[in-house]
């Protein structure tokens, strides 16, 4: 089955408003290159309203960098998916590994996040990984399998086929260090077969899969190259235009 490939831009907490806008204007101005794809950049949130109006007329996606398990309430420094949507933002990152590893978010929280998300139809992109340590003892299919199953636990194969997955070795974030083509391959393919176990063949064939951990200019048509691949999720190159216009034009 042929997935339509997605670059997703993680911003993470960078850039001011009139920097946001000045790099997604000339993402969208490099796009219109790369028609066969999907494009998406997550701002920080200080930065969405103007970065939505700053693309309005491109066909890049605007994404939220996390999202709240609750439509509104007393949640001091939350995002509600109802506030995202009156932006006009429809998809968001969840469980990312900061998230998880840094403010303390779990299976449990990360799926109420993702649940609520489709409630509000909000895509999600769950992310899931391993860490150095867990990789170093054997562990790292145990640990995915658990993230994925909790993540996705009571979603049915409707909404399952509107989430989009994110593999992220923790320990090839920010680090210069990635997975190898094969490594990378390797684990999406485990992914592929849990989802099928999970739901169905036809399901775990649609989902897109994106893989994030120092993806670069230098390595982005390797790891494109692999069959269960469907694109990547990027950081520290996503902040410079010249190294994000190449990636997301990966060949």
């Not at 911003?11 to 794809?37: F, P, Y």
């Not at 989802?195 to 982005?220: F, M």
């Amino acid at each position: 089955m042929n997935r339509r490939p997605l670059i997703a831009g993680n911003w993470k907490m960078h850039l001011t408003l009139d920097e946001a806008v000045q790099l997604a204007r000339t993402i969208a101005a490099a796009s219109g290159q790369c028609t066969d794809r999907d494009i998406m950049i997550a701002p920080p949130f200080t930065a969405l309203a103007a970065v939505v109006t700053a693309v309005k007329d491109s066909k890049i996606l605007v994404g939220a960098q996390n999202v709240a398990w609750e439509k509104e309430g007393a949640y001091t420094g939350e995002i509600s998916p109802v506030m995202l949507k009156d932006l006009g933002v429809h998809l968001a990152i969840i469980g990312h590994s900061e998230r998880r590893l840094i403010f303390g978010e779990n299976n449990v929280m990360i799926n109420h996040r993702l649940r609520t998300a489709l409630e509000m139809n909000i895509e999600p992109i769950l992310c899931i990984g391993e860490t150095l340590e867990e990789r170093e003892a054997g562990s790292t299919f145990t640990v995915l399998e658990r993230q994925l199953r909790e993540g996705l636990k009571n979603v049915d194969k409707e909404q399952a086929a509107r989430v989009i997955l994110a593999y992220e070795p923790v320990w090839a974030i920010g680090t210069g260090k990635t997975a190898t083509k094969e490594q990378a391959q390797e684990i999406h393919r485990f992914l592929r077969e849990l989802l099928t176990d999970l739901y169905e063949k036809n399901i775990a064939q649609t989902i897109r899969i994106l893989y994030g951990g120092s993806v670069k200019p230098e390595n982005i048509d390797d790891i494109m190259a692999q069959p269960d691949i469907d694109g990547a999720l990027v950081g520290g190159a996503a902040l410079k235009a010249e190294s994000f216009k190449r990636i997301i034009c990966f060949r």
